[in-house]
């Protein structure tokens, strides 16, 4: 079945250091990715999603790739601020019309220190 | 101008208990999710409802009853709540086309004692 791997957690950073959460999946065919992000006490919000290989999803100054030669779309943001401290959840949904069920990665909690 | 929204957001109770769970969405979307996030911050889907209709109906057990009275509010109902209900529980809506974004509501902290 579909599944989704990320790094394990936590990951506590300076502020201004770069970021980076791996994220990789195993599906058939070409799914489409998502990255959300949880602040503390709060639902998800969607960052950014892919839709197709070598697509980039960016917003608020995080990236992500869709890689389909290593099944990857790992997280990315060049300067961290103490506001991007959240859970960040990778996700797939399988291509197929009419599975609409998102498949999430475990989570990696980010702290981001002053 | 909110866009999913649950209710309550908070819930305590204890065993054996009946409760329910509300959720709106005015986006306009045509099918809504139930999600259940443990301790450990895992989110598992446990149904969807496209238009009314049951589309995802994981192994949940029967104790959990979706209602979905129109396409914008979804309802979980849980009989004889037990320790391990305890959760965050998450509803979504999403449209059944591309991109397949999904908009999740606040959440419902339900803690049984």
């Known amino acids: 079945g579909d599944s989704v791997t990320q790094m394990e957690g936590p990951v506590t950073l300076s502020e201004e250091a770069f970021l980076t959460i791996n994220c990789t999946y195993t599906?058939?065919?070409?799914?489409?990715l998502f990255w959300y992000v949880q602040y503390p006490g709060e639902g998800l919000q969607l960052l950014l999603k892919a839709t197709k290989a070598d697509d980039k999803g960016s917003n608020k100054g995080f990236e992500a790739t869709y890689r389909k030669e290593t099944t990857s779309f790992h997280l990315e943001k060049g300067s961290v601020q103490v506001s991007d401290s959240a859970v960040y959840f990778c996700?797939?949904?399988?291509?197929?019309?009419?599975?609409?069920?998102?498949?999430f990665g475990t989570g990696t909690r980010l702290t981001i220190i002053p | 101008d909110t866009a999913v929204s649950q209710t309550p957001k908070y819930l305590v109770t204890q065993m054996g208990n009946d409760k329910s769970i509300k959720c709106e969405q005015n986006?306009?979307?045509?099918?809504m999710y139930w999600y259940k996030q443990d301790s450990k911050k895992f989110l598992k889907i446990m149904f969807s409802?496209?238009?009314?209709?049951?589309?995802i109906n994981e192994t949940v057990p029967n104790r959990f009853s979706p209602k979905s009275p129109d396409k914008a509010h979804l309802n979980l109902h849980i009989n004889s709540l037990e320790l391990g209900d305890s959760a965050v529980y998450f509803c979504?809506?999403?449209?059944?086309?591309?991109?397949?974004?999904?908009?999740f509501g606040p959440g419902t902290r339900l803690t049984v004692t």
């Open positions: 979504a809506s999403s449209l059944r086309t591309a991109p397949y974004e999904q908009y």
């Open positions: 409802y496209n238009n009314k209709e049951l589309i």
């Open positions: 986006l306009g979307h045509d099918t």
């Open positions: 996700a797939l949904k399988p291509p197929n019309f009419g599975n609409e069920k998102l498949t």
């Open positions: 599906a058939t065919g070409y799914p489409s």
